[in-house]
C-alpha cells in the first residue's frame, strides 16, 4: 500500500497560516506535486488534499456512506438553515427526492427565457453607465443579474434594482461570516456574543424576514410556474409537504448556492471573452444566427454549442467550488492508498482541473478542447461534483450562464478599459476576481 506524503508545516499550528493565505495554490500544488495525495494538519486536525481523479470519484461517488460532508457544510446552517447543503442522511435523502424533479434539466431549460427577460431589463442601466463612466464592472453586473435570474425563477420575483442589489449583499455576507467561521483555528461556542456570532444570527434574520414572507405566500398560493411553488407542491413517500421551516431553509439554501456560484464564473467568463476579440465574434455570430428575429425559448440552447463549451471551459480553468469536503469515517484503502478514518478530506477541483491530465495546455483557456474528437479528460472534471451530492442545480447554472454569455456578446462588443486588466483570484466561498472586471462595452 503507497504511504501519503506528509508535509509537517509549523510545529503547533501545521499549515494553517499557508491554506489561509493561499487555499488554492497550497492544496493544488500539494496534492499535485506528491502524485495527487498529501497529508497535513491544521493544529492537531489531520487532513488530506486529494487530486487523484480516480480517488476523488470514488470519495464523492462510490462510497459516500464512509466520506459524509466535512464541518464546513454544518456551519453554513447557521445562517442558511437545515437545507440540502447542510444535512445528512435521511434528511437529505427526502429532501432531494422531493427536489429533484424541479430541477431536472426539461424544466429547468425555461430559465433561458428568464434569463434574457432579466438581461433585456439590465440592457438601458448598462448602456447610461457606459455613458456616464466609459467602463463597466462586469463582475458586479454580472452579480446583479444571476441574482435577478434566480429570483425570478426560483421565487416568481421581480424585484426593484435597489432590491436586488440589498438582497445579494445580504446573501454575501451570510457567506462571508460562515467562511469566517469555517477557517477559524478554534471557534467560539455559538452562545459566546464574539462580532461574527452576532454578525451570523444578524443575517440570518435579515435573510428571514426577506424570504419568509413569500414563502408562507407560497404555501397558500402553489400554482405558479416558480421553482418554490413547484417545491411547495412537492410530497415525500408519505405525501407529506415540507413545513413552512424546510421551505424558507432550502429556499435560502437554493439562493446561497445558486448565485455567487454564477455569478464568479460568469465574472471569469468575461475576462476570457475581453481577452481574445476573436472568441468573442465567434460568440457573437452565433448568438446572431440563434437569436435574431426570434424569441428566446427552451430550443435556442441547442443553438448556441460553442457558447457551451467557453461555459464549460470556464468551469475547468475558474471552478467556482475550489475544494469540495469530506470526512472519513473508517479506515480504507482507496486507489493503493492508505486513507485514515478520522481525518478530513480536501478534494481539490482546482488542483484536479490544472492537474497533469489536462497535459500540457492545462492552464490555457480552450474552450475547443471541449469538441467530442478532442476526447476532454472528463475523469478529472468536476465543477459541480459527482456522486450523490451532485449540484442540483447544475442544468440551471448551465442554461443561465450559456444564455447570459451568448446575449452579453450578441449585444456589446467587449475590451478592457484604459488601464485596466485581469484580476488576481481571491479564494474565498467561491473563487472569485480579488477586484472590479473593468470593462469597454460597445454596441454591436
Ligand atoms: C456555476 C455554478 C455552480 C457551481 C460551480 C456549483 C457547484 C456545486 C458543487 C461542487 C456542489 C457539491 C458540493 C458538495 O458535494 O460538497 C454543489 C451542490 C449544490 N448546489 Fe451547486 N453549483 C452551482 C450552481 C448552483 C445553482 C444555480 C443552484 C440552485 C439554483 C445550486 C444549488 C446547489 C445545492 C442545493 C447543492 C447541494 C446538493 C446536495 O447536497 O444534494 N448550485 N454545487
Redesign the pocket.
Known amino acids: 500500500m503507497k504511504q501519503i506524503p506528509t508535509i509537517r508545516g509549523h510545529l503547533l499550528w501545521g499549515l494553517a497560516r499557508e491554506l489561509r493565505q493561499d487555499p488554492l495554490g497550497l492544496a493544488a500544488s500539494l496534492a499535485n506535486d506528491h502524485g495527487g495525495m498529501v497529508r497535513f494538519r491544521i493544529l492537531n486536525r489531520p487532513f488530506i488534499a486529494i487530486s487523484d481523479p480516480a480517488v476523488a470519484r470514488y470519495i464523492?461517488h462510490k462510497n459516500p456512506g464512509n466520506y459524509p460532508?466535512s464541518f464546513h457544510?454544518r456551519n453554513g446552517a447557521l445562517t442558511i438553515g437545515e437545507?440540502?447543503?447542510s444535512v445528512e442522511g435521511e434528511a437529505?435523502h427526502r429532501?432531494?427526492r422531493m427536489?429533484q424533479p424541479a430541477?431536472r434539466s426539461d424544466p429547468v431549460r425555461e430559465v433561458a427565457a428568464v434569463t434574457a427577460g432579466c438581461w433585456t431589463d439590465m440592457v438601458p442601466d448598462l448602456r447610461s453607465s457606459m455613458n456616464r463612466d466609459q467602463r463597466v464592472d462586469m463582475a458586479a453586473e454580472c452579480q446583479r443579474l444571476a441574482l435577478d435570474i434566480?429570483l425570478r425563477?426560483?421565487c416568481g420575483l421581480k424585484l426593484e434594482q435597489e432590491q436586488v442589489l440589498s438582497l445579494g449583499a445580504v446573501v454575501k455576507e451570510a457567506l462571508r461570516r460562515v467562511r469566517i467561521r469555517n477557517t477559524s483555528a478554534i471557534p467560539a461556542p455559538l452562545w459566546m456574543p464574539t462580532p461574527n456570532n452576532r454578525a451570523l444570527r444578524r443575517v440570518r434574520e435579515e435573510l428571514d424576514a426577506f424570504l419568509g414572507p413569500v414563502v408562507e405566500e407560497r404555501l397558500h398560493t402553489s400554482e405558479g410556474t416558480d421553482?418554490l411553488s413547484a417545491l411547495a407542491r412537492a410530497r415525500d413517500d408519505q405525501g407529506q409537504a415540507f413545513t413552512r421551516q424546510e421551505l424558507l431553509d432550502q429556499t435560502k439554501?437554493?439562493f446561497a448556492?445558486?448565485?455567487e456560484?454564477?455569478a464568479?464564473?460568469m465574472a471569469w467568463a468575461m475576462c476570457e471573452v475581453a481577452d481574445d476579440p476573436v472568441l468573442a465574434d465567434r460568440l457573437a455570430e452565433e448568438a446572431r444566427a440563434a437569436m435574431a428575429g426570434q424569441p428566446v425559448d427552451r430550443t435556442t440552447l441547442d443553438r448556441l454549442p460553442l457558447a457551451g463549451r467557453v461555459v464549460e471551459e470556464v468551469?475547468r480553468l475558474h471552478?467556482?467550488?475550489y475544494n469540495?469536503?469530506?470526512h472519513s469515517i473508517d479506515d480504507e484503502e482507496v486507489g493503493g492508498w492508505h486513507i485514515p478514518g478520522g481525518t478530513d478530506l480536501l478534494i481539490s477541483?482546482w488542483g484536479l482541473h490544472r492537474g497533469p491530465h489536462w497535459g500540457e495546455s492545462a492552464l490555457r483557456f480552450d474552450p475547443d478542447r471541449w469538441l467530442p474528437e478532442r476526447a476532454p479528460a472528463k475523469e478529472a472534471y468536476?465543477?459541480?461534483?459527482v456522486?450523490?451530492?451532485?449540484?442540483?442545480?447544475?442544468h440551471?447554472?448551465l442554461v443561465?450562464?450559456r444564455m447570459m454569455l451568448a446575449l452579453i456578446c450578441y449585444q456589446f462588443r467587449l475590451g478592457w478599459a484604459p488601464g485596466c486588466a485581469r484580476p488576481g483570484v481571491s479564494p474565498q466561498i467561491t473563487a472569485a476576481p480579488d477586484a472590479p472586471v473593468w470593462l469597454r462595452l460597445e454596441p454591436r
Open positions: 464523492l460532508r457544510y437545507g440540502l447543503l437529505w429532501s432531494r427536489m430541477f434566480i425563477a426560483l421553482m439554501t437554493l448556492a445558486g448565485f456560484t454564477t464568479t464564473a468551469l471552478p467556482p467550488v469540495i469536503g469530506r477541483v468536476m465543477p459541480f461534483a456522486g450523490r451530492h451532485t449540484c442540483i442545480g447544475n440551471f447554472a443561465e450562464m
